[in-house]
């Protein structure tokens, strides 16, 4: 059995310059966006509004490269189940219905915890391994068929050896990053894991 070590990260390549994510469901939300294809950019707190008395700043400004743009409020239920809260919700939608302007609420439910875990483990590998090129062919080759991780580790470590798995993984791991390898990404990572070689980009999200 191999561990996966999680990390945390604080580098994104879409994002726009400006302030940290302010809660951790944000923080969630960030790596969704990062690996959704159709996103081009995101900006946090893009712009305060004035909505019927109430000033709002929404979380998140969401770029599409089909030229949409959406605007996100991410937000725990907890806290949109507080009157007061409702109440300023009513307003802001209110207020982008009128200015016919797209907005989305986002909450925990949205956020699948396992899917996060995975994206925050496999976004540490989307830059290209420097030995990209002496395992990623047979990878491919390999994967003609749908195998486990622990099937394709031990047919690549009969070929480059036992110690060869230090190196297969980041490869490997950086494939299923830059899906060309895909995964259910709503199941925990293990070595059980089922690889399927990837014809097309598959991206996530709420859209």
Avoid at 40 to 46: A, C, D, I, R
Avoid at 125 to 135: A, E, V
Avoid at 144 to 154: D, G, H, Q, R, T
Wanted: with cysteine; proline share 3%; glycine share 2%.
């Amino acid at each position: 059995m191999y561990n996966f070590l999680f990390k945390n990260l604080t580098k994104f390549c879409k994002k726009s310059p400006s302030s940290k994510s302010e809660s951790s469901l944000e923080a969630k939300f960030c790596y969704f966006l990062e690996f959704n294809d159709d996103v081009v950019s995101y900006k946090e707190q893009p712009f305060t509004i004035n909505c019927d008395g109430t000033l709002y700043t929404p979380d998140f400004l969401v770029s599409y490269f089909n030229g949409d743009e959406i605007i996100y409020e991410i937000k725990h239920l907890k806290i949109l189940s507080r009157e007061k809260q409702k109440s300023k919700m009513n307003k802001v939608v209110n207020y982008f219905l009128r200015k016919n302007l797209k907005f989305k609420i986002i909450t925990e439910r949205d956020l699948n915890t396992t899917e996060f875990r995975n994206l925050k483990f496999l976004y540490r590998y989307m830059d290209t391994p420097t030995n990209y090129d002496t395992y990623s062919e047979k990878i491919k080759n390999l994967l003609s068929n749908p195998k486990k991780i622990s099937e394709v580790l031990f047919t690549m470590n009969s070929g480059y050896g036992k110690n060869s798995v230090k190196g297969i993984l980041p490869v490997l791991w950086h494939m299923i990053a830059k899906k060309h390898v895909k995964i259910d990404l709503k199941k925990p990572l293990s070595t059980s894991t089922i690889l399927f070689l990837n014809e097309k980009s598959r991206s996530w999200l709420w859209y």
